[in-house]
């Protein structure tokens, strides 16, 4: 069990500013290692911040964007292009900003794209993506050296909810319907799939987050608070202002 730390900025613009200076160096590192680096976007807010400020950093010149792996840990099933969509979102603050290989951005499906307006097939063709491009010895995901998400106020992360039947989905991807979330049909890596990262950052920022941050820290269950059970396989990183870590134990913060 990796122990989760966690990082205390003042105002959700310093803790984007942070989160976009760490996803660069993290990015340097692992094409530094490994000749290429992969990471696995998510949606919302904060995650839309940490993307423009990545796209405002100089540092993110010296990053061999040909050489990254774009991948979702969750999506809303919408037609492509659409500005709710959270690939439209990261491909507005950022990606469309730096020199990408589009062969290696993987969009998880629209409901206008070839699986068509099923979200069940949409979310078995991107395990199927996924699996093409897993790693040696491991059949159903490739290796994700970062996983981003966002936390909501009711402890989901990414599109899996509490108390929703997405816990009881054992493949890689799962159709949500339901959400409480609007838009009401998404796609989503299940838990255990986003718990084969390397690393999961958790980013929130707002009061309204610290009760779902504190319990999720104080080790509330995954299906009532999904943030909980969000385990990297090497890190486990949580990412506040200091609003939203209202609630977290004085001897986990590193108060910034
Ligand atoms: O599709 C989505 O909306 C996201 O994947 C979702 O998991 C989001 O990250 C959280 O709801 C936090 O969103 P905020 O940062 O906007 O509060």
Redesign the pocket.
């Known amino acids: 069990m990796t122990e989760a730390s966690v990082a205390v900025h003042a105002d959700p613009d310093l803790l984007a500013q942070a989160v976009a200076a760490r996803l660069v160096v993290k990015l340097l590192d692992a094409q530094a290692e490994r000749g290429q680096a992969s990471v696995v976007l998510?949606?919302?807010?904060?995650?839309a911040a940490v993307y423009r400020a990545v796209g405002q950093l100089p540092a993110r010149d010296a990053v061999d964007w040909s050489r990254v792996d774009v991948w979702w840990?969750?999506e809303?099933f919408l037609p492509a292009g659409d500005l709710e969509r959270?690939e439209t979102q990261a491909r507005a603050a950022l990606l469309d900003t730096v020199p990408l290989d589009p062969a290696r951005v993987h969009p998880m499906p629209a409901s206008d794209g070839p699986a068509g307006d099923d979200p069940e097939a949409a979310a078995a063709g991107y395990a199927r993506e996924l699996a093409a491009a897993a790693r040696p010895g491991n059949a159903i995901v490739p290796h994700f050296d970062v996983l981003m998400?966002?936390?909501?106020e009711d402890g989901?992360?990414?599109?899996v909810f509490p108390e929703h039947p997405v816990h009881h989905d054992n493949r890689p991807v799962s159709a949500v319907r339901g959400s409480p979330?609007p838009p009401p049909v998404?796609t989503t890596l299940t838990l255990p799939t986003i718990n084969t990262a390397e690393e999961v950052w958790l980013i929130?920022a707002g009061a309204d987050k610290a009760r779902a941050v504190g319990m999720a820290l104080a080790g509330a269950g995954p299906v009532q608070l999904p943030a909980a059970g969000v385990q990297g396989v090497s890190r486990t990183l949580w990412l506040l202002d200091r609003a939203a870590a209202a609630n977290v134990p004085p001897r986990l913060r590193s108060l910034r």
Do not use: E, M, Y
């Open positions: 998510t949606g919302g807010r904060i995650a840990g969750d809303r959270n998400l966002g936390v909501g989901h992360v990414a599109s979330k998404r929130a």
